[in-house]
């Protein structure tokens, strides 16, 4: 079976503009989180997603969105891009809501300059 | 709140030396326990959970003990090998209809040939 998969590996970007991840989670599965990975805050989460609907949020600005379709894969958008913005953002996908265990892709390295 | 805590790093230890990872968390609620590994320029691998006080989590020669009493699930290995260089993290379920996951900071560890 095919893991999780993240597209780009890696962006590049410049402040004040805007970004869209993908995650294609492993087949089957249903419920996808996203995570943000810094030197300075560690791992944080972002949103998850279950049935094309957000489930749990972390503490983010609204510049942080998501989003996920009718096949399970899931998107995150960042817009008006910051410095601090500048991090590896993994997703994560689950069989089910709940405690399960869960797969991450190898992640999106972006750099915001 | 929920938080892990795990010991700081690098650690750094020869080929077959005797590896602990100290890791504990808050008693809130009854949480799955996890160690993940991430190895340079990769993802999170899920290297081994547990789901009750007194499970042992095992796999690729890593075990840990879920230990209520002193709310700890400290990692450790027998004898490590330079393939085993990584970043190690801690991490507990939030609990409830969620898979958001808690990480500690994660800990470097080196192994020297």
């Known amino acids: 079976k095919a893991g999780v998969t993240q597209t780009p590996r890696y962006l590049i970007k410049t402040r004040g503009q805007q970004v869209t991840l993908s995650c294609s989670p492993i087949?089957?599965?249903?419920?996808v989180s996203w995570y943000q990975q810094t030197p300075g805050q560690g791992l944080q989460f972002l949103f998850e997603y279950f049935s094309e609907t957000q489930r749990n949020k972390g503490n983010f600005p609204g510049r942080f969105s998501g989003r996920q379709f009718s096949n399970s894969r899931s998107e995150m958008n960042v817009s008006t891009l910051e410095l601090g913005d500048s991090a590896l953002y993994l997703c994560?996908?689950?069989?089910?809501?709940?405690?399960?265990?869960?797969?991450f892709g190898p992640g999106t390295r972006l750099t915001v300059t | 709140g929920n938080s892990v805590t795990q010991m700081e790093g690098p650690v750094t230890l020869s080929e077959e030396a005797f590896l602990t990872i100290n890791c504990t968390y808050t008693a809130t609620g009854y949480p799955s326990l996890f160690w993940y590994v991430q190895y340079p320029g990769e993802g999170l691998q899920l290297l081994l959970k547990?789901?009750?006080?007194?499970d042992k989590g095992s796999n690729k020669g890593f075990e840990a003990t879920y230990r209520k009493e002193t709310t700890s699930f400290h990692l450790e290995k027998g004898s490590v090998q330079v393939s085993d260089s990584a970043v190690y993290f801690c991490a507990r379920d939030y609990g409830g209809a969620t898979n958001k996951l808690i990480f500690g900071t994660g800990t470097l560890l080196a192994v020297q040939p």
């Open positions: 994560a996908s689950s069989i089910e809501q709940g405690s399960y265990e869960q797969y």
């Open positions: 087949s089957g599965h249903r419920s």
């Open positions: 547990a789901t009750k006080a007194d």
